[in-house]
Nanobody, 120 residues
Framework: QVQLVESGGGLVEAGGSLRLSCVGS????????LGWFRQAPGKEREFVGA????????YYAESVKGRFTISRDNAKNTVYLQMNSLKTEDTAIYYC?????????????WGQGIRVTVSS
């Protein structure tokens, strides 16, 4: 099982930007497709986006397409989520996980996540 630890969250005004990081350990990082997920208050966890093992391709939820970008640095065992033009509805706890087919998480356990709060 791969352990993943998120960082970089915080409070930002609407229209602002944040970059989240997720560092992996316990596996060969470059073997895995990786995804970002989020859970807003009172809602179920949802898929945000994912990137393939090499970083050559990614796909996103419609709600963040054009605003969020996922990248990775396999030499640093790190995946990033660049969030631009943030909206109040982006407020959530963000998690990274392995990415499976169908926009599902690739392993059943989750880290602590990182909180992102977007103020109006």
């Amino acid at each position: 099982q791969v352990q993943l630890v998120e960082s970089g969250g915080g409070l930002v005004e609407a229209g602002g930007s944040l970059r989240l990081s997720c560092v992996g350990s316990g596996g060969t990082f470059s073997d895995y497709h990786l995804g970002w997920f989020r859970q807003a208050p009172g809602k179920e966890r949802e898929f945000v986006g994912a990137i393939n093992w090499s970083g050559g391709s990614g796909y996103y939820a419609e709600s963040v397409k054009g605003r969020f970008t996922i990248s990775r640095d396999n030499a640093k065992n790190t995946v990033y989520l660049q969030m631009n033009s943030l909206k109040t509805e982006d407020t959530a706890i963000y998690y990274c996980n392995l990415a499976a087919t169908g926009r599902n998480p690739g392993q059943p356990t989750w880290g602590q996540g990182i909180r992102v709060t977007v103020s109006s």
